[in-house]
């Protein structure tokens, strides 16, 4: 029989190689979710999202400052209403800053960028960020592309004749 | 005529094995306070199920890694997203792979041993002997397995999703030339806490099921050779399909 | 612990422990017990034979009620087992020790821990008095020097010296010995007969013996019941169970192949099926 205090030693070294593996789980592989006591949240309206999900990035010049918190569909104005949730660390983002919704590569989820404006005053808890810009949607370009092209058409038919 | 009655006569006595597994279920948990009184016991249970399952739960850990590492490099290679190797096989180790092999694994190497062992002690009167001497094996027995599996599942899930993503990292970032710094930062820019407490979850739903079913096989094995043996094959049996259904539930629960 | 309760001294050597009254019993359609009335005299060693398969073992767990009877009572002490509660039946129980028929030591368990294992699920004596207890019990088997031997590492006479120690520990006020000699060679053999006797004189303790050894029965038991068809074919010390008038007792006690239990398992007739 392998004595108690063997059994003990090995459980022990298992159970904390088990919490030691949750913990390198949590802290490195993961970005760790701002906490909410030092985030503000602030709100945008965009006419089309594209496929933005809640918890993607909000990003300012490539650095993440926050993550998306909501998406719901306003019917009054029938616009989506995207919350965010930002970081407290940055809280002198001008209120006239520009939010765009990006795609990260040709596989990488949407996110939304936050261009910086030059306005004196700051976003804080509650404020909407007025200047947007919705999300590339595909088929809307490639519909644009070809009414270019045919009006070019046109235009140059129109010039040989 | 003859197939109806015996499709029905199977549906009731699948029925009937569904309530039997639920009440042994509830008698279980009814004792785990006082089995948590000896703690002694539990330990001496999740050195069985756990520490003495970690060699092979991290080999295959780093195996379905390292595998993970080359198919996922391949597939993402045709695209250009290599980056995305990180966040793609971080995900799916965390989320399914990582719970669901552990689980299995578990069953086979955990779970078998629980029902041999409750089963081959009721074959020998060990548990009656019990009964005699007053003492409830559900509390002396059942309950400190069944602990100690519910304790041993999630963390062996954690150990095999870090020494996964290890694996992972190993052929992608040193032998396949993935950008180190790209590798990480994406993983670390897509993948939530969420994410982990989804693996978590999973991980004590599978633990609770396996042991369940484990220490249920063997209390109720037909106390022969034979009826242990068929007892430890359905252990597995039912545990796997047990943990793929759930796994099928969770997944679309949590999505 | 039953070291406190000494009430049962003052009664009557001859009332009995153990009345059962009208019990039936059956399992599936298979009618084990039909109407079996017994009782078991307090202080005595008490035999109970029977050819096999006619339920002995299922009596045994009737009595300490692992399993319930259709019909009838059980009554211990004037308790009727088969009414209690599990925590009485628990309670009750603790009066009891029981030897299986291989003893069914706890295999994780060394001997030692056999021994103190039910004092230590039911006391909580320090650990000295505990080694004390054990290694008194141990030595009354002549197993002292075996403490920290494994089951698996005991022949089988060892094993059920080792569960006989087990169920002393407790100091019951009953033993149940089942089918304690089978299987064991002479030496064994006669160490348990010895064992039980010793147990039996030096703390009169009441023992069941269900067995079908007759002869070692005939010098171990005050009393004897012979079980047949799911009643008590016949009762009494050794020579009136020999000269009982019962054809099957006769066979039984007489060993003969052929009787009321017959030779020949029922099949069709002989000759008819040789020339189908």
């Known amino acids: 029989m392998r004595s108690t205090r063997a059994v003990e030693l090995s459980t022990g070294l298992f159970v904390l190689l088990g919490f030691a593996a949750l913990f390198f789980l949590v802290t490195q592989i993961t970005n760790r979710q701002l906490s909410l006591n030092d985030s503000y949240e602030v709100y945008a309206h965009f006419e089309n999202i594209g496929s933005l999900k809640p918890g993607a990035a909000v990003s300012i010049a490539g650095v993440t400052v926050g993550r998306v918190e909501s998406i719901v569909f306003d019917q009054q104005i029938y616009k989506a209403v995207v919350r965010m949730r930002i970081n407290s660390r940055y809280d002198k983002i001008p209120v006239d800053s520009d939010a765009s919704i990006m795609t990260s590569g040709l596989l990488g989820g949407q996110y939304i960028g936050i261009t910086v404006g030059g306005a004196d005053e700051y976003l804080k808890d509650g404020d909407q960020i007025e200047f947007v810009q919705d999300a590339l949607v595909l088929e809307n370009l490639i519909n644009q592309l070809v009414a270019t092209f045919s009006r070019r058409g046109e235009q140059t038919q129109e010039t040989e004749q | ?255 | 612990m039953a070291l406190a309760q000494e009430p049962h001294i003052a009664l009557p050597e001859t009332a009995a422990i153990i009345e059962i009254r009208d019990v039936h019993y059956s399992v599936g359609n298979r009618a084990i017990f039909s109407g079996l009335n017994l009782s078991i005299p307090r202080g005595r060693i008490t035999a109970i034979m029977g050819p096999s398969g006619t339920g002995k073992t299922t009596l045994l767990r009737l009595i300490t009620g692992q399993i319930k009877p259709q019909r009838g009572q059980i009554l211990f002490d004037g308790v009727d087992v088969t009414r209690l509660s599990v925590r009485d039946l628990y309670a009750l129980r603790r009066r009891m020790g029981m030897l299986f028929q291989n003893g069914a030591l706890l295999t994780d368990l060394d001997v030692f821990e056999n021994v103190a294992f039910p004092l230590r699920e039911h006391t909580k004596l320090p650990e000295a008095l505990i080694r004390h207890i054990v290694l008194t019990k141990l030595q009354a088997v002549g197993l002292r020097g075996a403490a920290r031997l494994m089951p698996a590492e005991l022949s089988g006479g060892m094993a059920r010296r080792v569960a006989l120690a087990r169920a002393m520990a407790t100091d019951p006020d009953l033993l149940i010995y089942d089918e304690p000699f089978t299987g064991l060679d002479p030496i064994s053999m006669g160490m348990i007969v010895r064992l039980v006797r010793q147990m039996h004189n030096a703390l009169g303790i009441t023992s069941i013996v269900v067995s079908h050894d007759v002869e070692e029965l005939s010098q171990l038991a005050d009393v004897g019941f012979i079980i047949a068809g799911g009643k008590v074919a016949a009762q009494g010390t050794f020579s009136q169970l020999k000269n009982a008038e019962s054809e099957i007792v006769h066979q039984f006690v007489n060993g003969l192949a052929d009787g009321p239990v017959p030779f020949h398992y029922p099949a069709p007739d002989y000759y008819e099926q040789l020339l189908a």
């Open chain 2, 1 to 255: 005529m003859t197939l109806l009655r015996e499709l029905l006569d199977s549906l009731r006595s699948f029925v009937a094995t569904v309530g039997a597994v639920a009440l042994f279920f509830v008698r279980v948990l009814g004792q785990i306070p006082r089995a948590l009184l000896r703690p002694g016991l539990i330990v001496e249970q999740v050195y069985n199920a756990g520490a003495l399952s970690l060699v092979i739960i991290m080999t295959c850990g780093l195996f379905v890694g390292m595998v993970l590492g080359l198919q996922g490099y391949d597939l993402l290679q045709r695209f250009g997203s290599e980056d995305a190797l990180g966040t793609g096989s971080a995900l799916a180790l965390i989320k399914e792979l990582g719970p669901v092999v552990t689980a299995l694994l578990f069953a086979g190497r955990a779970g078998t041993a629980l029902a041999s062992e409750i089963g081959l002690m009721r074959a020998t009167d060990q548990l009656a002997a019990m009964e005699m001497m007053a003492v409830d094996p559900f509390r002396r027995v059942v309950a400190p397995r069944f602990l100690g599996g519910c304790i041993a599942v999630p963390l062996l899930t954690m150990i095999f999703i870090s020494i996964g993503i290890f694996g992972v990292q190993l052929i992608g970032v040193q032998q396949l030339g993935v950008d180190a710094a790209a590798f990480w930062s994406q993983m670390r820019a897509s993948v939530d806490v969420s994410d982990v407490m989804e693996g978590v979850i999973k991980g004590c739903v599978f633990g609770v099921a396996c042991s369940l079913i484990a220490v249920y096989e063997g209390y109720t094995a037909t106390p022969t050779a034979e009826g242990v043996g068929r007892a430890t094959t359905r252990t597995v049996v039912i545990s796997a399909v047990l943990t793929l259904l759930l796994d099928y539930m969770l997944t679309a629960a949590m999505l």
